[in-house]
């Protein structure tokens, strides 16, 4: 079983490098009118998320839907453990992956394999454990001899390749993705489509942020639309993306750039 | 909108921590809950308004029994949630001992002599200043080139981890903001990988006091505890440093800045007997305390007579201050990065 409870939950940056009157011009377009606070110290802080309070239960394949800006990373991250709330709680329970940039913690001076080590034990996996995956994982990158050579003689494709493969070889309980992962070329991608797949299938809960209606539409059961920090729908995938778009009619000027 | 002065207030906090809870959270090792533990500091109690409290805290009370089946367990206090952090950092000594490893294997890679190359030149500096200034302070090769060599060593461990301190959660900054680990792991990393430094280095030690027969006795034996000192000093340092450096980037160059200068002050490359009558001052500089409860001992002489009681009130107070602070801004590291 696994589950998050969110209670009431806003997070708050402080804004600390810069002079505030050129901060002021770059951060008061409208989008994030409303976000942006001063503290008695005079600093400024920007809320990336207000009073947010949602349940996320077993079997839940959540989509976050939001323009720019409008705090679905930083949910993310709050959700992954990553950033604690300034307000509120924040229980979870269950093996938590974060799949954000798919590169952490590479190291470019070291081998392939060592790098699947490396990115194991970010995961919180045992070196011992890691190597009993190490021929599945080498399989799958289809890298061959390369696996022995240092990561920074790889292509962006190899690489990408090498550091999706070892981030997906461990089903978590709590699977969180930013975006999609692209990896690799046409092939490779059909073959990551697919063991994206069997990951999600085996996770008991999965958040995707992405601007990808289609994507969302295939993977989750589940929208959340956050606006300025604050959810504003919480229903059906079909539901979010329907406000969302409405609600990009209503405000062009606030719409992603394609 | 833009507002000036203080926010309004939190929403009241719930019962403090129940112990139970909190340990089963522990370690099961995949269960955490997190409390917004920033916010006390930033809201002065004066605005406060006491009717507004007590609305907050009917609105509070409909909410939670309108979800009574999902209940939250009690909120964790700041402090068990630091602690806990320190406590599963410890238990993860595999993954930052295997970090450390990779810091200086990589470091190292494709070169032949590998992380001797610490040895070699730690002996090359030891052999130059040794050759010069023992003619300098008129001392005898076989009583200065020992002194020299423990008190380098030393240093080189002491001056090193207040070094990296500084980066301990600036150069992670990447894997801070991707995955969740014990902000502790990135300190013990900083602390193991100046201990396997120091454990290359040290293998000049008996290489030098040997040939020169120094008479040492059992009380070498002191360094033991100096050492678990030294590691724990670099702990509390590195936390300390770490933290101060993601929220303030001039204290890096400032920490090096302040090495640089002590590193002169303090008597490693020159005799404390040096100093006169100011020499039984010396121990009240805790950089010189922690030098000379390694370097006496390792020479067949006793320590100065406060350099103990210095070491173990810095380690002491260190811990202290570190833990306090620690409980207090863990929360806002991620965001200072």
């Given at each position: 079983m696994a589950f998050i409870r969110l209670r009431n939950l806003s997070v708050e940056f402080p804004i600390y490098q810069g002079s505030h009157r050129s901060l002021k011009k770059l951060l008061l377009p409208a989008s994030l009118q409303g976000n942006l606070a001063r503290d008695r110290m005079d600093r400024i802080n920007v809320r990336a998320l207000s009073d947010i309070t949602?349940?996320?239960?077993?079997?839940?394949?959540?989509?976050?839907?939001?323009?720019?800006?409008?705090?679905k990373t930083t949910l993310l991250k709050v959700l992954a453990g990553i950033f604690i709330p300034t307000r509120g709680q924040i229980y979870a329970h269950g093996k938590v992956s974060s799949l954000f940039a798919v590169n952490v913690g590479v190291n470019p001076e070291a081998t392939g394999r060592e790098n699947i080590i490396l990115r194991g034990m970010y995961m919180d996996v045992h070196p011992r454990e890691m190597r009993t995956r190490i021929d599945e994982v080498a399989a799958f990158t289809e890298l061959g001899p390369y696996l022995d050579m240092p990561v920074r003689t790889y292509s962006a494709g190899m690489s990408v390749r090498l550091a999706f493969t070892a981030s997906t070889c461990i089903p978590p309980d709590i699977l969180l993705m930013d975006e999609w992962i692209s990896a690799g070329d046409a092939r490779f991608l059909e073959k990551a489509?697919?063991?994206?797949?069997?990951?999600?299938?085996?996770?008991?809960?999965?958040?995707?942020?992405?601007?990808?209606?289609?994507?969302?539409?295939?993977?989750?059961?589940?929208?959340?639309l956050l606006q300025q920090g604050r959810i504003v729908l919480d229903g059906t995938v079909d539901e979010a993306i329907a406000a969302y778009q409405r609600s990009s009619e209503v405000e062009p000027a606030l719409s992603e750039p394609a | 909108m833009l507002h000036r002065g203080p926010r309004p207030t939190r929403p009241p906090r719930f019962a403090p921590g129940d112990k139970g809870e909190r340990r089963k959270g522990f370690h099961n090792g995949c269960f955490f809950a997190i409390c917004g533990a920033g916010e006390r500091s930033r809201l002065g109690s004066s605005s406060t308004n006491r009717s507004q409290l007590r609305n907050m805290k009917t609105d509070m009370t409909q909410q939670q029994a309108a979800r009574a089946d999902l209940d939250l367990p009690p909120l964790r206090s700041p402090a068990s949630a630091a602690w806990d952090d320190l406590a599963e950092g410890i238990s993860k000594s595999w993954m930052w001992s295997a970090m450390a490893m990779q810091d200086i294997t990589m470091r190292y890679r494709g070169s032949v002599l590998g992380p001797f190359w610490l040895t070699i030149s730690m002996a090359i500096m030891i052999a130059a200043l040794g050759l010069i200034y023992s003619r300098l302070f008129n001392m005898e090769m076989?009583?200065?080139?020992?002194?020299?060599?423990?008190?380098?060593?030393?240093?080189?461990?002491?001056?090193?981890?207040?070094?990296?301190?500084c980066h301990t959660f600036l150069v992670v900054q990447n894997i801070i903001h991707q995955v969740r680990l014990p902000f502790s792991v990135h300190a013990w990393r900083n602390v193991c990988r100046n201990l396997i430094i120091l454990a290359h280095n040290i293998v000049i030690v008996p290489l030098v006091i040997i040939p020169f027969g120094v008479p040492v006795g059992w009380n070498a034996l002191e360094v033991i505890p100096a050492l678990v000192l030294l590691a724990i000093d670099g702990s509390w340092l590195s936390i300390l440093l770490g933290m101060l450096s993601a929220r303030y980037r001039d204290v890096p160059p400032i920490v090096t800045n302040f090495v640089q200068v002590v590193f002169f002050i303090t008597p490693i490359f020159w005799p404390p007997e040096a100093l006169g009558v100011w020499a039984p001052y010396l121990p009240l500089n805790p950089l010189f305390a922690a030098i000379d409860v390694i370097r006496a001992p390792l020479l067949g002489e006793h320590p100065?007579?406060?350099?103990?009681?210095?070491?173990?009130?810095?380690?002491?107070?260190?811990?202290v201050a570190t833990f306090a602070l620690f409980v207090k801004f863990r929360p806002r590291i991620a965001y200072w990065i």
């Amino acid at each position: 079983m696994a589950f998050i409870r969110l209670r009431n939950l806003s997070v708050e940056f402080p804004i600390y490098q810069g002079s505030h009157r050129s901060l002021k011009k770059l951060l008061l377009p409208a989008s994030l009118q409303g976000n942006l606070a001063r503290d008695r110290m005079d600093r400024i802080n920007v809320r990336a998320l207000s009073d947010i309070t949602v349940d996320l239960r077993d079997g839940d394949r959540i989509a976050l839907i939001g323009y720019n800006g409008a705090g679905k990373t930083t949910l993310l991250k709050v959700l992954a453990g990553i950033f604690i709330p300034t307000r509120g709680q924040i229980y979870a329970h269950g093996k938590v992956s974060s799949l954000f940039a798919v590169n952490v913690g590479v190291n470019p001076e070291a081998t392939g394999r060592e790098n699947i080590i490396l990115r194991g034990m970010y995961m919180d996996v045992h070196p011992r454990e890691m190597r009993t995956r190490i021929d599945e994982v080498a399989a799958f990158t289809e890298l061959g001899p390369y696996l022995d050579m240092p990561v920074r003689t790889y292509s962006a494709g190899m690489s990408v390749r090498l550091a999706f493969t070892a981030s997906t070889c461990i089903p978590p309980d709590i699977l969180l993705m930013d975006e999609w992962i692209s990896a690799g070329d046409a092939r490779f991608l059909e073959k990551a489509h697919k063991r994206m797949a069997d990951m999600i299938g085996s996770s008991n809960i999965m958040v995707l942020a992405s601007h990808s209606m289609p994507l969302l539409r295939e993977w989750c059961n589940r929208g959340i639309l956050l606006q300025q920090g604050r959810i504003v729908l919480d229903g059906t995938v079909d539901e979010a993306i329907a406000a969302y778009q409405r609600s990009s009619e209503v405000e062009p000027a606030l719409s992603e750039p394609a | 909108m833009l507002h000036r002065g203080p926010r309004p207030t939190r929403p009241p906090r719930f019962a403090p921590g129940d112990k139970g809870e909190r340990r089963k959270g522990f370690h099961n090792g995949c269960f955490f809950a997190i409390c917004g533990a920033g916010e006390r500091s930033r809201l002065g109690s004066s605005s406060t308004n006491r009717s507004q409290l007590r609305n907050m805290k009917t609105d509070m009370t409909q909410q939670q029994a309108a979800r009574a089946d999902l209940d939250l367990p009690p909120l964790r206090s700041p402090a068990s949630a630091a602690w806990d952090d320190l406590a599963e950092g410890i238990s993860k000594s595999w993954m930052w001992s295997a970090m450390a490893m990779q810091d200086i294997t990589m470091r190292y890679r494709g070169s032949v002599l590998g992380p001797f190359w610490l040895t070699i030149s730690m002996a090359i500096m030891i052999a130059a200043l040794g050759l010069i200034y023992s003619r300098l302070f008129n001392m005898e090769m076989h009583r200065y080139l020992p002194f020299l060599t423990v008190g380098l060593v030393v240093w080189q461990f002491v001056s090193q981890v207040m070094i990296d301190g500084c980066h301990t959660f600036l150069v992670v900054q990447n894997i801070i903001h991707q995955v969740r680990l014990p902000f502790s792991v990135h300190a013990w990393r900083n602390v193991c990988r100046n201990l396997i430094i120091l454990a290359h280095n040290i293998v000049i030690v008996p290489l030098v006091i040997i040939p020169f027969g120094v008479p040492v006795g059992w009380n070498a034996l002191e360094v033991i505890p100096a050492l678990v000192l030294l590691a724990i000093d670099g702990s509390w340092l590195s936390i300390l440093l770490g933290m101060l450096s993601a929220r303030y980037r001039d204290v890096p160059p400032i920490v090096t800045n302040f090495v640089q200068v002590v590193f002169f002050i303090t008597p490693i490359f020159w005799p404390p007997e040096a100093l006169g009558v100011w020499a039984p001052y010396l121990p009240l500089n805790p950089l010189f305390a922690a030098i000379d409860v390694i370097r006496a001992p390792l020479l067949g002489e006793h320590p100065m007579p406060y350099s103990w009681s210095v070491l173990v009130i810095t380690t002491v107070l260190g811990c202290v201050a570190t833990f306090a602070l620690f409980v207090k801004f863990r929360p806002r590291i991620a965001y200072w990065i």
